[in-house]
């Protein structure tokens, strides 16, 4: 069993900054692919960002740019650092330990509980 906890999120003006961290139990996180997603109210939840075992990475392209995904697998730990915040970045943001090592397809295996993003205009 997997547990993911999320910290970070808070409420910002827009064009500020956040860093989301997200803690994983367990000795698999290292060997798998972790994501990003958000969901905003009355929207479904997307892949914002991830990364591969091997640190590769992909962005939404509503991202791209300002959002940069990273991983400690000493500290089983991977952030988003969020720059140029808008405020349709508002949202609920998870993070999910996704199926193997390559880049995030599908759901994840596990899901984190969820932090709250609020970016003000």
């Known amino acids: 069993q997997v547990q993911l906890v999320e910290s970070g999120g808070g409420l910002v003006q827009a064009g500020g900054s956040l860093r989301l961290s997200c803690a994983a139990s367990?000795?698999?996180?290292?060997?798998?692919?972790m994501g990003w997603y958000r969901q905003a109210p009355g929207k479904q939840r997307e892949l914002v960002a991830s990364i591969t075992s091997g640190r590769s990475t992909n962005y939404a392209d509503s991202v791209k740019g300002r959002f940069t995904i990273s991983r400690d697998n000493a500290r089983n730990t991977v952030y988003l650092h969020m720059n140029s915040l808008k405020p349709d970045d508002t949202a609920v943001y998870y993070c999910?330990?996704?199926?193997?090592?390559?880049?995030?397809?599908?759901?994840?295996?596990?899901w984190g509980q969820g932090t709250q993003v609020t970016v003000s205009s």
């Open positions: 999910g330990l996704c199926a193997g090592s390559g880049p995030c397809s599908g759901n994840p295996l596990y």
């Open positions: 367990g000795s698999i996180f290292s060997f798998n692919a």
